[in-house]
C-alpha cells in the first residue's frame, strides 16, 4: 500500500483531478474540503503527506497549518494557493509549509515534488526545552527560571520570549516578530513589539548581571549571551 496522504481542496475539480492522480501512482488518500475538518482529522489520523488548499471555508489554510505545528504535528505539507506572489509563499513556508506550489499547477510537478518530500528522512527531534545562558524555558511545564529563579510571564510574554530562544544568537527583526506572533502584516514600525520587548527585559535582565536581550539599532533584537 502507497502512502497514506490527505487532501483539503474545496474546488471540486481540482479535487476530483488530484484524487485520481495520486491514486493511479498508488497513494491511498482522503479528502475533505472544510479547513476545521482538515484540522481534525490531520490531527487525529496518521498521514504521511498533506496537500492543502490557501483559501478555504471553515478555517483557512495558513490557520490550519499554524494550529497543526503549534499542536506539535508535523507531517510533511504542500500548500496550494493561487496567491503565487513572492511574500504569499514566504507567509505559506513561515507558517509552517514544508512547499509551496501555485495555482494553476500541473499535476505533474505536484506528483514530483511531493515524492521529494516524501523521501526526505525523518530527522526532527522534539524540543522540549530552550536556553540562552542561565536562562531556562522548559516548553512542556511552561516554566521559565534565570538562574535558578523563576520568572513569572503573562502567555504573550512566553511566545515572545519562546520566538527568541529559538533564534537564539541572530536578530530577529519587528517584521518577524509582528507575522509570526501577532499576524500582522507592513507597518514595522509600530509600538506594539517596543512595548511588549521592553516589558519582557525588565522581567529577564533587571536584577541580573549579564542582559540577555539586546537591541539591534534599525533592525531588531538579538537575545544571546554576548552584547
Not at 32 to 45: C, E, N
Not at 97 to 106: E, H, T, W
Request: charged share 30%.
Amino acid at each position: 500500500m502507497g502512502a497514506k496522504i490527505l487532501v483539503v481542496e474545496d474546488d471540486g475539480g481540482t479535487a476530483e483531478t488530484l484524487l485520481n492522480g495520486l491514486r493511479q501512482e498508488g497513494y491511498t488518500v482522503e479528502h475533505v474540503a472544510d479547513g476545521r475538518d482538515a484540522l481534525y482529522l490531520a490531527s487525529s489520523a496518521d498521514f504521511d503527506a498533506v496537500i492543502l488548499d490557501r483559501m478555504l471555508p471553515g478555517m483557512d489554510g495558513l490557520s490550519v497549518v499554524k494550529a497543526l505545528r503549534a499542536a506539535d504535528v508535523h507531517t510533511p505539507l504542500i500548500i496550494l494557493s493561487a496567491l503565487g506572489q513572492l511574500d504569499e509563499r514566504v507567509r505559506g513556508l513561515r507558517a509552517g509549509g514544508d512547499d509551496y506550489l501555485s495555482k494553476p499547477f500541473a499535476f505533474s510537478e505536484l506528483s514530483a515534488r511531493l515524492a521529494a518530500m516524501l523521501r526526505r528522512p525523518a530527522t526532527r527531534q522534539e524540543v522540549t526545552s530552550l536556553a540562552c545562558g542561565d536562562l531556562e524555558m522548559d516548553l512542556l511545564t511552561r516554566r521559565v527560571t534565570r538562574a535558578g529563579r523563576r520568572l513569572d510571564l503573562l502567555p504573550r510574554e512566553f511566545k515572545l520570549l519562546e520566538h527568541l530562544l529559538r533564534h537564539k544568537d541572530r536578530v530577529v527583526t519587528r517584521t518577524m516578530m509582528l507575522e509570526e506572533l501577532w499576524d500582522y502584516r507592513f507597518d514595522p514600525h509600530t509600538s506594539l513589539i517596543d512595548t511588549h520587548v521592553s516589558r519582557l527585559r525588565k522581567k529577564i535582565d533587571e536584577g541580573f548581571d549579564t542582559p540577555l536581550l539586546h537591541t539591534v539599532r534599525g533592525s531588531g533584537y538579538r537575545l544571546s549571551t554576548h552584547p
